[in-house]
């Protein structure tokens, strides 16, 4: 098993906006696969954070990809604009799009990936006829809005069915969990089948410093990786 095949995606969420710059570059030069943005509307969450401006930013100080997840209502609104500002992968949450196909191939059409987030109470189901049309799947495992949160245990199961959606449809789309995943959570989401792993506060807000947190991070997804977990019994077949 080798590090590589799982991701980690600091969110600079929960970094100091005063010095977003240094946040990127540490977490960048410690080994992070991905950056991060949760970009909040005070609508379809209560929390209102970043706009493309600062995707834009962020894009001019790290050459590591963008992970732009979209909290929002009409995201169908905004994916020109987080294109442009330099975002690599574009993530929509299912619940705010009824016109989910759309949404989608518009990302796709701007040449950048396409994601869809499931909420921790959407179950699997939801994104099931799109799944030929996403090069990621997000599966919340808190409910959006703020960093910090407890990780919800029973969305284990919910990753893995999503794990096995996709391997039966023979889609390449990559995996991702977001909410309260750090060195304590890591092994279990890896074993279920997840293989992008976003950490917010477990990165930015460790004591020990975002570089031995993403080594303890990665130490445990390593662990993760030599489980497959099952929950329970034939059950990740229920979509
Ligand atoms: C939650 C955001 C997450 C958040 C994760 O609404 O989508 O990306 O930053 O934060 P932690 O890792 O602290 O749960
Ligand atoms: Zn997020």
Redesign the pocket.
């Known amino acids: 098993m080798s590090y590589s095949d799982v991701k980690i995606a600091p ?1 600079v ?2 970094a100091d906006f005063a010095h977003l710059a240094a946040a990127v570059a540490e977490a960048e030069a410690a080994g992070a696969d991905y950056i ?1 943005v ?1 970009v909040m509307d005070g609508q379809f ?1 209560p929390n209102i954070t970043i706009g493309p401006v600062v995707v834009a930013a962020i894009r001019r100080v790290t050459a590591l990809p963008l992970d732009v ?1 979209l ?1 929002i209502v009409q995201p169908e609104r905004y994916v020109e604009q987080f294109a442009a500002a330099g975002a690599d992968v574009i993530t929509v949450q299912v619940e705010a799009c009824p016109h989910l196909h759309r949404v989608l191939q518009d990302v796709r059409a701007l040449g950048v990936q396409a994601g869809v987030a499931l909420n921790p109470g959407t179950p699997s189901v939801a994104i099931s006829q799109v799944l030929g049309d996403v090069d990621q799947v997000l599966v919340m495992t ?1 409910d ?6 407890a990780f919800i245990p029973a969305m284990l199961p919910k990753i893995a069915q999503v794990r096995c959606m996709l391997d039966e449809a023979g889609s390449a789309a990559a995996l991702e969990v ?4 750090g060195p304590q959570t890591a092994a279990d989401v890896v074993g279920a089948g997840a293989r992008v792993l ?5 990165i930015y807000g460790a004591e020990e410093g975002v570089t031995a947190a993403i080594r303890a991070i990665r130490a445990a997804a390593a662990e993760g990786l030599t489980t497959t977990t099952r929950w329970p019994s034939g059950d990740q077949r229920v979509f």
């Open positions: 969110s969420l929960s991060h949760d969450v997840h909290m808190v959006p809005g703020f960093g910090g949160q977001d909410g309260g995943i976003v950490a917010g506060s477990a």
